[in-house]
């Protein structure tokens, strides 16, 4: 006799939080199919999509529908929604190896860490108290610093988006002529590249961290 108070696999997939995933989804197919012909409403979606992450994370811990499905959903949503973006920028910046180069970083870094934690027996990537790295905990243990990091990554590469005027823009040419630009942009772009360096410099110190714990389980096995 099934068990009544487990929850079905359908109920799993129809919870509130998997639901708002399955819409930024759709919301950034539209918003990607649309981003050449409609800037400002490509920025729109997206950064609502953005901010629909911290949305599901809320529903999920306020009605206890926290799932393994919804976790993965959710990152695997973050992964490919900014790999489209640095895809996008590739094409529109020059030299499109740096926008390349960080959708490898930040895909690297994020696999590694979800297979070592898996591998060796964590229930969370963001479990981090054996880390050696106190920029990496703090990273993980404090939602507003994490928040800032991954608020500034994504308003950075909206706002280079923005700035793009055609398809062969030099990168370094239009941050220089940033000033130019309206106050907003003078203020986010400052704020923004800070946030976004730190981030990459997480990535590298979590790429590095996951390949270690990789390594120490099979030195393990072999003892």
């Known amino acids: 006799m099934a068990d009544k108070s487990r929850p079905s696999t359908l109920s799993v997939y129809l919870y509130v939080p998997n639901i708002i995933g399955y819409v930024r989804i759709l919301?950034?197919?539209?918003?990607?199919?649309?981003?050449?012909?409609?800037?400002?409403?490509?920025?729109?979606?997206?950064?609502?999509?953005?901010?629909?992450?911290?949305?599901?994370?809320?529903?999920a811990r306020k009605l206890?529908?926290?799932?393994?499905?919804?976790?993965?959903?959710?990152?695997?949503?973050?992964?490919?929604?900014?790999a489209c973006l640095l895809v996008v920028l590739s094409q529109v910046y020059r030299p499109g190896l740096i926008f390349l180069s960080l959708l490898a970083l930040d895909i690297a870094s994020h696999w590694l860490q979800m297979y070592s934690t898996f591998?060796?027996?964590k229930s969370s990537?963001?479990?981090?108290?054996?880390?050696?790295?106190?920029?990496?905990?703090?990273?993980?243990r404090n939602r507003k610093f994490m928040g800032y990091c991954c608020v500034?990554?994504?308003?950075?590469?909206?706002?280079l988006f923005l700035l793009?005027?055609?398809?062969?823009?030099?990168?370094?040419?239009?941050?220089?002529?940033?000033?130019?630009q309206n106050w907003l942009y003078l203020t986010l772009l400052p704020?923004?590249?800070?946030?976004?360096?730190i981030k990459q410099l997480?990535?590298?110190?979590?790429?590095?961290?996951?390949?270690?714990?990789?390594?120490?389980?099979?030195?393990?096995?072999?003892?």
């Open 27 to 59: 919301m950034n197919c539209y918003a990607f199919a649309i981003c050449f012909k409609n800037k400002y409403l490509f920025s729109l979606l997206y950064f609502v999509s953005f901010v629909c992450d911290a949305l599901d994370g809320w529903f």
């Open 64 to 82: 206890n529908q926290v799932s393994t499905f919804g976790a993965v959903l959710d990152m695997v949503t973050d992964r490919i929604s900014t």
């Open 119 to 121: 591998l060796v027996g």
């Open 125 to 140: 990537h963001k479990d981090v108290k054996d880390s050696s790295s106190w920029l990496f905990k703090l990273y993980y």
């Open 152 to 159: 500034s990554c994504e308003v950075l590469y909206i706002i």
């Open 164 to 180: 793009a005027k055609n398809e062969t823009e030099n990168l370094i040419e239009v941050l220089a002529n940033s000033s130019t």
């Open 191 to 197: 704020l923004s590249l800070v946030g976004w360096a």
């Open 202 to 223: 997480i990535n590298v110190i979590q790429m590095k961290t996951a390949a270690d714990a990789c390594i120490l389980y099979d030195i393990g096995k072999k003892q």
